[in-house]
């Protein structure tokens, strides 16, 4: 035993004898004594048996309660059915290059005006063939030539000129011509008697690429507002006008060289748009 052992054999200092001091055994058990109780449980494992048996009842109570608490939504954005496609099928026909046959409904005539107002955003306006086959496929009968004339006095010779292009509507060579429109979104404004009024935001890309352009492509914003008719088989249209924005901050993506819009343009396919 060690000197250290107050309470074994080794060398302590209890009365400064320097004498061990050997502790004995406990004297067995008087048999017609009282027995000797059990060992009691610790405190510690009483204490993990109820925790544990508390979080089984909680979590079963969890699991039986009926009714699941209404989530805050104060915070929430705006609603999913504002903004994303309803499913509606897009249609199969096509006037032209213009789709055709949409529903006669409030989606048929978004679905109308947002391919109408891709169609009437192309390049294919700027020749007059191809203008007045676009013109023709989207307009209602009564309005026709009024609409064919006003878009013929936009797309003048002289507008050609300053734009650059060759006075049948296309670019020079080693340019490309882009003249784009790309639907954001389409909101209905009216909808009665086979009339509907119909705003569709949109992005364009407008220039021309090439080492000698003066005009680069640039995007914009803009919205074009659109009365449409229901002709007995389709959406038509009566009137068009357009105006700048809604307008989001220019991020700060690198600008691509004239070669890779050139690509993107020719590579790049157009969609047929269904509300």
Excluded at 125 to 141: K, L
């Amino acid at each position: 035993m060690s000197n250290d052992d107050q309470y074994g054999g080794g060398y302590g200092e209890v009365g400064g004898t320097g004498q061990t001091r050997t502790r004995l055994p406990d004297s067995p058990a008087d048999p017609y004594g009282p027995t000797r109780r059990p060992p009691r449980v610790t405190r510690s494992l009483v204490t993990v048996v109820g925790v544990v048996v508390l979080l089984i009842a909680a979590i079963a109570f969890a699991n039986q309660t009926p009714d699941t608490p209404e989530a805050d939504r104060s915070q929430d954005g705006p609603s999913s059915s504002s903004t994303s496609p309803t499913g509606t099928r897009p249609v199969d026909g096509k006037n032209g290059a213009v789709p055709s046959g949409f529903a006669q409904n409030e989606q048929g005539a978004q679905s109308a005006a947002s391919n109408f107002a891709v169609a009437l955003g192309s390049d294919g306006m700027f020749n007059t063939p191809r203008r007045h086959a676009i013109v023709d496929a989207v307009s209602d009968e009564g309005t026709r030539s009024a609409l064919q004339a006003d878009f013929d006095a936009d797309y003048s010779p002289s507008l050609l000129s300053q734009i650059g292009l060759t006075k049948d509507g296309t670019a020079p060579a080693g340019a490309t011509f882009v003249s784009r429109t790309v639907p954001a979104g389409a909101k209905l404004k009216s909808f009665a008697n086979g009339s509907a009024a119909v705003d569709v935001w949109c992005i364009g890309m407008f220039g021309l690429t090439g080492e000698k352009s003066t005009r680069p492509v640039t995007s914009s914003w803009f919205t074009i507002s659109m009365t449409l008719k229901w002709n007995g088989s389709d959406w038509k249209v009566v009137e068009t006008a357009q105006k700048d924005g809604p307008t989001p901050v220019t991020g700060d993506n690198p600008v691509s060289d004239s070669g890779e819009i050139a690509g993107a343009v020719n590579e790049f396919g157009g969609f047929t748009y269904a509300r």
